[in-house]
């Protein structure tokens, strides 16, 4: 049974999907260079701080990061590809080679990047923002190393998930 929103979509078709792809590749990739600039440079400097700078820089850092430009972009980057995938499935795209990319992105996306950061990162955060500066966990060095490389880890799942995106957009019709 067809929606009246199934029919909107369908009064262009695939516009509205081709426009969503791009949408969702932009948050994709703005999510996969927050990252990647992250594990190519920030964590690079962290590594050579001691263990009270690393507690003092970790903290401001997580602190700093929670702000509604990022939030809107990280939110986003699952919002829009999530809408955009059931609208995929629904109009019968997802068999089609652009439909499988963008499915597939989407998966490793949630999986690989957010569920990472859900499950690993903020969790890591929380235990890093009680530590203090003066007197720093004795496995500082640990827990500095694990959060570096999860970090790599949803780094690489954005990257493959914005390629996955961009291979959609240039799939799409074929």
Do not use: C
């Not at 999986?111 to 004795?138: C, E, K, Q």
């Not at 190393?145 to 999860?150: F, G, I, K, V």
């Amino acid at each position: 049974m067809r929606t009246d929103a199934m029919l909107q979509v369908d009064a262009f078709p695939g516009r509205p999907i081709v426009f969503l792809l791009a949408i969702s590749t932009v948050l994709g990739g703005l999510m996969a260079g927050f990252f990647f600039a992250y594990s190519v440079s920030v964590v690079l400097a962290l590594r050579t701080l001691s263990a009270a700078e690393y507690t003092t820089v970790m903290k401001e850092i997580n602190e700093k990061v929670l702000n509604i430009i990022f939030g809107a972009v990280f939110f986003g980057a699952v919002v829009v590809p999530i809408g955009s995938a059931t609208i995929i499935i629904l109009q019968g795209y997802a068999t089609t080679l652009s439909g499988q990319l963008f499915l597939a992105g989407v998966s490793i996306y949630l999986v690989g990047t957010f569920l990472v950061t859900a499950r690993v990162h903020i969790p890591m955060n929380n235990h890093i923002a009680t530590w203090s500066p003066v007197s720093p966990p004795d496995d500082w060095a640990t827990v500095q190393a694990r959060w570096t490389r999860w970090n790599h880890i949803r780094m690489g799942a954005a990257l493959v998930s914005f390629a996955l995106y961009l291979g959609a957009i240039v799939s799409f019709g074929v």
